[in-house]
């Protein structure tokens, strides 16, 4: 079973020549032997929205411990998690690493606590989701067309295939019956790019590209964010085996993430007790042997969800499986053991007393740099950004090129602009 990709999965929304500058000797066939979908993600590998997720949260912040997880490192796993999904199920491997690695570039300073200040502050609305497409089709710059205020951006100018494995969330802002929608892949005025890229589309349902993503992004929350959680000292799985404190976790989990029930969740724990290499990880000492048995854990773990996934999808897909073919299917027992390890991942943190008072903090920082763009701008933009304003039409349109700033910068960019508000020198946390 191998997907088909044909000429609308390749095409790009503004078409380039070759390159200009290649040496090639007379009668060589010329290029690199890439194909479209490779070039795809190289182009996300080099951006600038890629790069600054080294400086922007993931659980905890990037500068928190000797080896963090930011949102880039994660972002890495995702990609790499998806591709062994793609391959398995014989899709396009550098389209689901590509999806893997841009899942997460839409995401402002603090991560999901900056996406809801964002939100929360603009009347334009912000969503990490549709932060991503605006930054593949428009922020990140590569292809430009025209001149002055005529000029276009198209991003990265990615394939169609491409941005179709990136919408996790195929949908606007605003439904057709006028509602909002809690989660959205894009803006309502980005609402003409998201009808070029779901062509062929006969639902909502994301391409399985993206279906491989989504759920490559939680195994990598589960079990990447445990490990972490374990060598920080955060995290101790010994609360597999305290049936209390697992209890409440449970109810804890089934409430955050949905789809399980609690006692779905318990009977994960039951099958996670079972695995020698969770036993292990479970005694983490910090010696030589401690940091093997947890990698040996996530190892195993990770083969143990991807093999599982990929298996259970090839049997319920007798078909074809391509961009608009098929279905991903996660066993019941991996959605329960994956989202019982993500309520592990995250609660220790997110219920510290610490962490909610460091998160309001956070906050506070997006409204003063709201604010200052805001009462500053154009000249408080950086220089990318004032063309945006500059064609800008309305006072939403100026607003959303502010959200937009904002969103780009790293955690370390926007302290340093919330210290430049303030009128502080050498501004400190």
Same mark, same amino acid.
């Given at each position: ?264 969740? +318990? &009977?994960?724990?039951?099958?996670? #007790?079972?695995?020698?290499? @969770? !036993?292990? /990880? =479970? ?5 030589? $042997? ?115 700033? +904002? &969103?780009?910068?790293?955690?370390? #960019?926007?302290?340093?602009? @919330? !210290?430049? /508000? =303030? ?5 400190? $946390?």
């Amino acid at each position: 079973m191998s997907a088909v990709y044909g000429p609308q999965d390749w095409q790009r929304r503004f078409e380039e020549g070759p390159k200009g500058s290649q040496l090639v000797t007379p009668g060589g066939l010329g290029g690199d032997g890439r194909g479209p979908f490779a070039r795809d993600r190289a182009r996300v590998l080099h951006s600038a929205a890629l790069r600054r997720l080294a400086d922007k949260t993931q659980v905890v912040g990037p500068h928190d411990g000797d080896t963090p997880r930011t949102r880039l490192t994660h972002s890495l796993e995702v990609a790499q998690i998806a591709r062994g999904i793609g391959q398995g199920l014989g899709l396009d491997a550098d389209l689901c690493e590509m999806a893997g690695l841009t899942h997460d570039i839409g995401h402002p300073p603090y991560g999901h606590n900056g996406e809801k200040a964002l939100d929360q502050i603009s009347d334009c609305g912000f969503e990490g989701n549709a932060q991503t497409l605006r930054i593949l089709t428009r922020l990140e710059p590569k292809v430009l067309v025209g001149k002055g205020l005529e000029a276009e951006s198209f991003g990265l100018n990615l394939t169609r295939a491409a941005l179709d494995a990136a919408c996790k969330y195929p949908r606007t802002r605003t439904a057709a019956d006028g509602q909002v929608n809690r989660k959205y892949g894009c803006y309502d005025e980005d609402a003409e790019i998201l009808s070029w890229i779901r062509q062929g589309h006969s639902d909502e349902r994301p391409s399985m590209e993206a279906q491989a993503m989504d759920f490559s992004d939680d195994i990598a929350y589960s079990v990447h964010d445990v490990e972490d959680g374990i060598v920080s000292g955060r995290i101790n799985l010994s609360v597999l085996w305290d049936f209390v404190e697992l209890a409440e976790l449970a109810d804890k989990g089934a409430r955050a993430f949905g789809g399980v029930t609690p006692e779905q969740l +318990i &009977a994960a724990a039951d099958g996670l #007790r079972e695995l020698q290499v @969770v !036993g292990r /990880a =479970a005694d983490f000492d910090a010696t030589l $042997t401690g940091f093997v048995n947890v990698k040996a854990m996530t190892s195993e773990l990770v083969g143990r969800y991807v093999g599982a996934v990929v298996e259970a999808t090839r049997q319920a897909n007798s078909g074809q499986i391509g961009r608009i073919q098929g279905n991903l299917v996660v066993p019941e027992q991996v959605l329960a053991e994956v989202t019982l390890l993500k309520t592990i991942a995250v609660l220790y943190v997110m219920d510290n007393p610490i962490h909610l008072q460091r998160q309001d903090h956070q906050r506070d920082r997006i409204a003063i740099a709201y604010e200052y763009l805001m009462g500053g701008a154009p000249g408080a933009l950086d220089p990318m950004f004032r063309l945006w304003w500059e064609q800008a039409n309305t006072d939403l349109e100026r607003e959303r090129v502010v959200v937009d700033q +904002i &969103a780009s910068m790293t955690e370390s #960019r926007l302290e340093r602009l @919330v !210290g430049q /508000a =303030a009128g502080l020198v050498g501004y400190i $946390t």
